[in-house]
């Protein structure tokens, strides 16, 4: 089954927890954590998905854009994010190391995010023990960007080796994802899509969803 992880990126932060509301039909809830300096943006911390967990019971899907995240882990965990994603660039591949066994003590499922720059063989050394990989199909950093088709191999390849050495690890894809591209990027082996503004922006939200599950 198709899931889908709306992304609160393209929500009015001035009204989070109506908007939160909005997509309750969805599988999941994607909520992207930038620190200005592993990418050129910030955006929110622990206190908001703290005060996120408190207005649903969603699961939360926390992208860690930032460096260094094993300092993070903890403090993101006891907020209440369900599974953290890291990204493997963020790092030594000792301390990303470190940061998935910090998630394992926490208890929160494990994930390694991939920038469009990064092989997909780079999740090798971790994916017996991942719970997801994500796949950016997009330069992490903003919304609202265009779909880098080149990222469908990349999405091939991370499915190859799922498949391969952990089958039950799903696949992620994040970036420029709507009704025309969500195809393609199942097609490819994702089967859980963050949308932002293709869900946010649209007219019937809830229909959006359904539209971009039935891919």
Do not use: W
């Not at 609160?8 to 939160?20: C, P, V």
């Not at 990418?39 to 860690?64: E, K, W, Y």
């Amino acid at each position: 089954m198709i899931k889908i992880a709306p992304s609160i990126l393209s929500a009015d932060f001035a009204n989070l927890e109506r908007d939160i509301q909005k997509v309750s039909s969805a599988d999941c809830l994607h909520v992207d954590v930038m620190d200005g300096a592993f990418v050129p943006n910030i955006t929110i911390g622990a206190p908001v998905v703290q005060s996120i967990r408190r207005c649903t019971g969603m699961f939360l899907d926390v992208h860690l854009m930032v460096e260094k995240p094993a300092r993070y882990i903890e403090a993101f965990a006891q907020a209440g994010a369900d599974l953290l994603s890291v990204h493997l660039e963020a790092d030594h591949p000792s301390r990303i190391a470190e940061a998935l066994r910090i998630m394992d003590r926490c208890g929160v499922k494990k994930a390694a995010a991939l920038r469009p720059i990064t092989k997909a063989e780079a999740i090798l050394p971790y994916i017996e023990e991942l719970d997801l990989v994500l796949v950016m199909t997009v330069e992490p950093g903003f919304g609202g960007q265009a779909f880098m088709d080149s990222q469908l191999e990349t999405i091939r390849r991370v499915r190859a080796i799922v498949n391969q050495y952990n089958p039950a690890c799903e696949v992620e894809v994040d970036g420029g994802i709507t009704p025309k591209t969500a195809p393609l990027v199942v097609e490819a082996g994702a089967n859980v899509l963050v949308a932002g503004s293709a869900i946010y922006g649209a007219a019937d939200i809830p229909a959006a969803i359904a539209a971009l599950r039935g891919s």
